[in-house]
């Protein structure tokens, strides 16, 4: 329920300053940007799976263990790069939309759930 509820207070009230995309998401190193996609897809498809949506039914169930990969990921990425709380939710948003809009959700799952077994969450 926090996952689905950050992720959409991320989704539909952060507007991106027009230069993000081209300074903060160029600056941030691979790991990051993967566990930020990571983190916006585990977050889309835990609240699929919470509103019952039977296209998220064919992924495992990702409430607890997506959640805490969320979490996980987001401070690592805080840590790393200097966000706050606002510059944080602002990028995992942005993931989260791109995600959305370009369909993209299906293909990046395989990998991201290979990350999340890794990741001990």
Do not use: H
Not at 57 to 65: F, I
Request: some cysteine; glycine content about 6%.
């Amino acid at each position: 329920m926090i996952l689905s509820l950050l992720l959409t207070v991320a989704v539909t009230t952060s507007p991106l300053p027009a230069s993000y995309s081209d300074t903060d998401e160029a600056s941030l190193s691979l790991e990051n940007k993967s566990l930020l996609r990571c983190a916006a897809a585990f977050a889309l498809v835990a609240r699929s799976q919470e509103a019952g949506e039977e296209s998220s039914q064919k992924w495992p169930e990702l409430g607890e263990r997506g959640r805490e990969f969320f979490v996980r990921a987001l401070a690592q990425v805080m840590d790393e790069t200097g966000y706050d709380r606002e510059g944080i939710t602002r990028a995992a948003g942005a993931q989260a939309r791109e995600i959305q809009q370009s369909g993209d959700l299906d293909k990046i799952m395989p990998v991201c759930l290979v990350m999340l077994e890794n990741s001990g969450a």
